[in-house]
């Protein structure tokens, strides 16, 4: 399967989105994407009092679905 080509702050986005869907994981404010090409990974803020058990969860599905598909483009101003 093709990746598709993305840009890291498209992908922040993205991966907000699935996390926050998941129940219990709408204490997630921010993604941040770190690493290059199929070599990433993300780090999430949360607000006080989230459930970590249940955003632990709900990260690990994402970056699985979506390493799957996305692969970051280098922008050289990220």
């Known amino acids: 399967m ?3 080509l993305t840009m890291a702050r498209d ?6 989105q699935e ?10 404010v921010a993604v941040q ?3 290059a ?3 990433w990974s993300f780090v999430i803020s949360v607000k006080d009092g989230a ?8 990260a690990r599905t994402t970056e ?4 799957h598909r996305y692969s970051l483009r280098h922008d050289g101003a990220d």
Request: net charge positive.
């Open 2 to 4: 093709v990746k598709a």
């Open 11 to 16: 992908l922040e986005l993205i991966v907000l």
């Open 19 to 28: 996390i926050r869907a998941f129940p219990g994981a709408e204490y997630v």
């Open 33 to 35: 994407i770190v690493g």
């Open 37 to 39: 090409g199929d070599e």
């Open 51 to 58: 459930d970590f058990a249940r955003i632990q969860y709900a």
């Open 64 to 67: 699985q679905r979506r390493k």
